[in-house]
């Protein structure tokens, strides 16, 4: 809740809820909200992955360039 993602560089500008990079993580029963990012990715960015999403929700997240809820880049599939 209420992660910044303001870093100057990659990565730290993406992702404020979390950035996955390469993974396939489980997820379950999660609330993102209130996340800012200064590039992509509000809540959850995921690059080159295919996390596995259960009951998860984006409240309230922001990304200036985009993807304020979610941003995919090369990720595979996104299994919900």
């Avoid at 992702?15 to 489980?26: E, H, N, Y």
């Amino acid at each position: 809740t209420a992660g910044q993602a303001d870093g100057t560089t990659f990565p730290n500008q993406w992702g404020a809820g979390i950035f996955i990079d390469q993974g396939s993580p489980s997820l379950k029963n999660l609330t993102f909200v209130g996340n800012s990012a200064d590039s992509l990715g509000g809540g959850m960015a995921n690059l080159g992955s295919s996390p596995h999403l259960t009951s998860i929700s984006f409240k309230s997240n922001v990304a200036k360039t985009g993807g304020g809820g979610m941003f995919n880049i090369n990720s595979i599939k996104i299994q919900t």
